[in-house]
């Protein structure tokens, strides 16, 4: 079924120049991953909004936002961002840095502490 040969570059022997060009199966990546052709297994759909526990079944679980695709347009970014739907709120974090950065840890820090500081103050 498979190929058990080393590769040429870890044979004992002078391999041909072309051994050291060809692929093995396992060598080869798969294609890209395909939502049309692969419905049955997949799916871009997006939930958005508060998790509940899964392994306590409640009417809650239902009231999520699912998105058909995870790309938003700027009318769908705007539309969560004002949303009030259940009481829902959102926080916008700047996560550019500048260019002249020179300790993007602290950037990283920073952009932290922000969502930390929305979510504590139920700023979200």
């Known amino acids: 079924m498979g190929n058990d040969a080393p590769l040429a570059c870890l044979s004992k022997y002078q391999p041909l120049i072309y051994d050291y060009f060809k692929q093995l199966f396992a060598q080869v990546t798969n294609p890209p991953i395909d939502p049309f052709r692969e419905k049955i297994v997949m799916s871009l759909e997006c939930p958005v909004g508060p998790e509940g526990n899964l392994l306590e079944p409640s009417a809650s679980l ?17 539309t969560l961002k004002t949303t009030n739907y259940r009481g829902w709120k959102s926080a916008v974090i700047d ?9 993007l840890g602290k950037e990283i820090d920073r952009i932290c502490r922000e969502a930390e500081v929305a979510a504590t103050t139920h700023q979200y």
């Open 95 to 103: 996560i550019t840095c500048s260019s002249t950065a020179k300790d």
């Open 62 to 78: 239902c009231h999520r936002l699912w998105l058909v695709n995870p790309i938003l347009s700027l009318g769908d970014l705007q």
